[in-house]
C-alpha cells in the first residue's frame, strides 16, 4: 500500500514559486519517472514526497495516509513516511566498510545482529556487489559505490523509494547497466520508485509512467509510449526523442472526422480524427482546435526517402546522408525546409541526390502554434 497523491501542491522557495498546481498520481508499484530540464522542479517534488519541504498548499498522501498539507501546515515527520531517499552523490561513510555502510540504518533502530546480517545480505547480493561487504567506498569503483548507496536504501524495505539523478555520476557504460539492474530491482520488490533525470532515454527505459516538468508544471503523465507517440505539448514532443523531432509549420482545417493538413508536403488529409484523439481523454487533456497557425510534427524514423516517386511522396533534394553504422540520418531540403530522416541500415545516398520524401501519416501529430497543445494525435 504505496501508492502516493499529489493533490494542489504549491511551493515556493521565497518569493520564487517553483511547484504549481501539481496534481500526480503515483500508483502502488509504479516506477515513475520525473524527467524534464535542470530546473523544472524535480528534486522539490522528491523533498516534498520525502518530507524534507514543505508545500506552501496541497496535500500529500501516501498509502492513503495524509502526509502534508499545506493549508494548516502539517507535515508528517521525514522517517514516519516509509520512504527512503538516494541522492546523486552517494554519501557513503568513508570510514565504514560497505557491510556496516548497508547495515547502519538497521543497526540505528536496534534489529537483532543475525537479522541484520540476512538482511544486508540479501540486499548486497541484489545489487551484486556481496564480494565487497569488507571494503571501504574508498576502494570502490564509482559503479560500485552507487550499487552500495541503493543497497543501503532497500535494506530497511521502504514502501516508496526516492532515487534524484543516481547514474548521472557514472560513465555512460555503467549508465547503461544500471538502467538494466534498476529496472529488474524493481521488477523483483515490487516497491513503489520515484525517479529523478532530465536524460530521457532513461525515463523511457525504465519507467512504467513518466510525468514531464517545464518550469515547475506538470505538463504530461504518461506512458512512456504515450510521452513518444503522443506528446501533448510541443515542449514535450521537442524534449524527448533523439534525433529531434521535425516540426513543419501548417495550415489546418476540419472536415468533419477528417483534418486537412497544408505544409511544404503539400496537402494530406488525415481522418479518423475521433479516434486518433480518443487516448486523451484518458489522461485528461483536451485536444486544441488547430487553424491557419499549426505546426506539424513527425518523429525522423516516420519519414520515409526513396528514389522512386510514390503516391503521397513530395520531391526533395538530399543535403546530408550520416551513415551511422545500424542507421543512416538524412536530412531532405523539400521547398525550403529541411526534414531529418532515420533509416535503419545503410542507405547510400549521394549530396544534393533528387529523391522523393513522405510521411507515415498514421503517426503524425499537430500541435497549435499558439498554445503548443495537441490538436491531432498519432496513432498508437
Ligand atoms: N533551497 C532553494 N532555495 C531557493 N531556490 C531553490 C532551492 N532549491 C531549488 N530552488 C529553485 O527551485 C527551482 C526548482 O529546482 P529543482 O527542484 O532543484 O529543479 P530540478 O531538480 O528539476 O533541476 C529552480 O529554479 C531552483 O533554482
Ligand atoms: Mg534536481
Avoid at 496535500?59 to 521525514?78: C, H, K, W, Y
Wanted: aromatic residues 6%.
Amino acid at each position: 500500500m504505496s501508492r502516493i497523491e499529489i493533490s494542489k501542491v504549491n511551493k515556493y522557495y521565497g518569493e520564487v514559486h517553483v511547484l504549481k498546481d501539481l496534481d500526480l498520481v503515483v500508483e502502488d508499484g509504479d516506477f515513475m519517472t520525473l524527467l524534464g530540464p535542470s530546473g523544472c522542479g524535480k528534486t522539490t517534488t522528491l523533498r516534498v514526497i520525502a518530507g524534507l519541504e514543505a508545500p506552501r498548499s496541497g496535500t500529500l498522501r501516501i498509502g492513503g495516509q495524509l502526509a502534508a498539507d499545506g493549508e494548516v501546515s502539517f507535515n508528517l515527520p521525514p522517517a514516519k513516511r516509509g520512504v527512503n531517499l538516494v541522492f546523486q552523490s552517494y554519501a557513503l561513510w568513508p570510514h565504514m566498510t560497505v557491510f556496516d555502510n548497508v547495515a547502519f540504518g538497521l543497526q540505528i533502530k536496534k534489529a537483532p545482529k543475525p537479522l541484520i546480517k540476512e538482511k544486508v545480505t540479501g540486499a548486497l547480493g541484489r545489487l551484486h556487489i556481496a564480494e565487497f561487504a569488507e571494503r571501504y567506498p574508498s576502494e570502490l569503483s564509482g559503479g560500485q559505490q552507487q550499487r552500495v548507496a541503493i543497497a543501503r536504501s532497500i535494506v530497511s524495505e521502504p514502501r516508496v523509494l526516492l532515487l534524484d539523478e543516481p547514474l548521472s555520476n557514472l560513465d555512460a557504460k555503467l549508465r547503461i547497466e544500471m538502467r538494466s539492474e534498476l529496472k529488474r530491482l524493481h521488477q523483483e520488490l515490487k516497491t513503489t520508485v520515484v525517479y529523478v533525470t532530465h536524460d530521457q532515454v532513461e525515463a523511457l527505459t525504465m519507467s512504467t509512467k513518466i510525468a514531464v516538468f517545464f518550469e515547475g508544471r506538470l505538463v504530461q503523465a504518461d506512458t512512456p509510449k504515450g510521452i513518444y507517440g503522443n506528446p501533448v505539448d510541443i515542449r514535450v514532443a521537442d524534449f524527448i526523442g533523439n534525433p529531434k523531432i521535425n516540426f513543419i509549420g501548417c495550415e489546418c482545417s476540419r472536415d468533419g472526422d477528417t483534418m486537412v493538413v497544408d505544409s511544404v508536403l503539400g496537402r494530406m488529409a488525415l481522418g479518423n480524427v475521433a479516434s486518433r484523439n480518443a487516448r486523451f481523454g484518458s489522461i485528461g487533456v483536451e485536444p486544441a482546435s488547430c487553424g491557419a497557425a499549426s505546426i506539424l510534427a513527425v518523429r525522423p524514423e516516420h519519414v520515409h526517402v526513396g528514389r522512386e516517386p510514390s503516391p503521397g511522396a513530395v520531391r526533395c533534394r538530399i543535403y546530408s546522408a550520416l551513415p551511422a553504422g545500424s542507421e543512416t540520418l538524412i536530412q531532405a531540403a523539400v521547398n525550403g525546409d529541411t526534414i531529418m530522416a532515420k533509416v535503419i541500415g545503410q542507405a547510400e545516398f549521394g549530396q544534393d541526390e533528387e529523391a522523393w520524401l513522405s510521411l507515415q501519416q498514421d503517426k503524425l501529430n499537430v500541435y497549435d502554434k499558439a498554445s503548443g497543445r495537441i490538436a491531432l494525435g498519432a496513432l498508437a
